[in-house]
């Protein structure tokens, strides 16, 4: 396993604006972290990966490891056509739920077809597709049909709260494609996107059991925080000690000696 790490824009909800993709950035550069984008700024309906943000959003993450989170706006099959190029243009892979992949979770799947002119995009423009933890007996399911083509996003918290399977389960079914990661915590009861080392949260042996499966596999994986405020800086603090100083995960990221005065202050 070679693990890097990336934030969700999720972070920032609340303190976003049309001015802070540049400070939001530049303040995860300086901690050597990269960015996993959100779609959109939490509650307003423009889209990042539209054609005429790409100068903004190439310059914004110079230098970073990017990855995208999918339109989740039911995107057509043109708009998906536009997020793989601009995934292609960010050098990032595109994680998408079921439901944006055009694979309602509710109902037994009978066709493929819009899924498959995605990955048949995605695959023109080398960009890697990873579905997002969903209902573990479609995601093999969906996994099977399309092979190396699709790769999994394994949502830490969406599984533990999963009444039917079992967070060891999950592990042992999909732990050999998984690509992506989104490290959160939770409770058990609802999906609060608290840091991971939540006192009463995931317990320490699932965290152990899904490292110790993760090692046993040759796959290049982006580990993403996914958590919502209070303080960003708080939450990346929190994070990293309990996954690199408890739980000893590998390749801790670093601080950028030229960024050691960077800070986080919304626009």
Same mark, same amino acid.
């Given at each position: 396993m070679r693990i890097k790490y990336v934030v969700s824009t999720m972070l920032f909800w609340w303190r976003e604006n049309h001015l802070s993709l540049e400070p939001e950035c530049q303040f995860l550069k300086s901690l050597g972290l990269g960015v996993e984008l959100w779609p959109n700024i939490k509650g307003q309906r423009e889209c990042r990966y539209e054609r005429q943000n790409w100068p903004r959003l190439a310059a914004a993450t110079e230098g970073m490891l990017v990855s995208m989170r999918s339109r989740n706006d039911d995107p057509t099959l043109e708009q998906w056509a536009e997020q793989i190029e601009c995934a292609k243009l960010l %050098?990032?892979?595109?994680?998408? %739920?079921l439901q944006s992949f055009g694979i309602p979770e509710s109902i037994e799947v009978d066709g493929y077809d819009f899924s498959k002119e995605i990955v048949k995009i995605a695959e023109e423009n080398n960009v890697k597709l990873c579905l997002e933890t969903g209902n573990l007996a479609k +995601? @093999? @399911? +969906?996994? %099977? @049909?399309f092979g190396s083509a699709v790769r999994y996003c394994f949502d830490v918290g969406y599984v533990n709260l999963d009444p039917e399977f079992t967070f060891t389960e999950y592990v042992d079914q999909l732990g050999g494609r998984i690509a992506h990661l989104h490290l959160t915590d939770n409770y058990g009861h609802t999906d609060d996107h608290e840091p991971p080392g939540l006192r009463g949260g995931i317990s320490r042996r699932n965290w152990d059991y899904l490292l110790d499966a993760l090692s046993r596999y040759d796959n290049d994986i982006i580990g993403s925080f996914e958590m919502c405020p209070c303080m960003p800086d708080v939450m990346i603090r929190q994070a990293s000690e309990f996954l690199f100083d408890e739980q000893k995960w590998p390749n801790r990221p670093q601080k950028q000696p030229d960024f050691v005065s960077a800070t986080y202050n919304p626009v």
């Open positions: %050098d990032a892979n595109i994680v998408t %739920d +995601l @093999k @399911k +969906l996994g %099977d @049909k």
